[in-house]
Nanobody, 125 residues
Framework: QVLLVESGGGSVQAGGSLRLSCAAA????????VAWFRQAPGKKREWVAS????????YYDEAVQERASWSQDKAKTTYSLQLSKVKPEDAGMFYC??????????????????WGRGIEVTVSS
């Protein structure tokens, strides 16, 4: 069983920076995918970015591509998404998702069998 625990988020001012971290435990294989999805109030959950820790490959939605970057801790068990120049439309519930395969081709909610409980991000203007 893979356990994903989100941290970071909270309230951020528009134009500022945001760091979302996902602590993962229980992955059985070396090649895995960790992703962030965002769900704005009243809207569907949407993919934001993905990271394959073993290769370092990263994938970003075009809405964040120029403003986002991934990192991982030395233990390679916590994966963080840094988002700069935060916009009001970045607000919502952010969910960490995981899959025991590389990220290539994974974009949909159904591609990820493991989910965190979510963390809220609000953006003040």
């Amino acid at each position: 069983q893979v356990l994903l625990v989100e941290s970071g988020g909270g309230s951020v001012q528009a134009g500022g920076s945001l760091r979302l971290s996902c602590a993962a435990a229980g992955f059985r294989y070396r090649s895995n995918c960790v992703a962030w999805f965002r769900q704005a109030p009243g809207k569907k959950r949407e993919w934001v970015a993905s990271f394959t820790p073993s290769s370092g490959n990263t994938y970003y939605d075009e809405a964040v591509q120029e403003r986002a970057s991934w990192s991982q801790d030395k233990a390679k068990t916590t994966y963080s998404l840094q988002l700069s120049k935060v916009k009001p439309e970045d607000a919502g519930m952010f969910y960490c998702a995981g899959a025991e395969t590389t990220c290539a081709g994974l974009w949909f909610i159904s591609d990820f069998p493991y989910w965190g409980r979510g963390i809220e991000v609000t953006v003040s203007s």
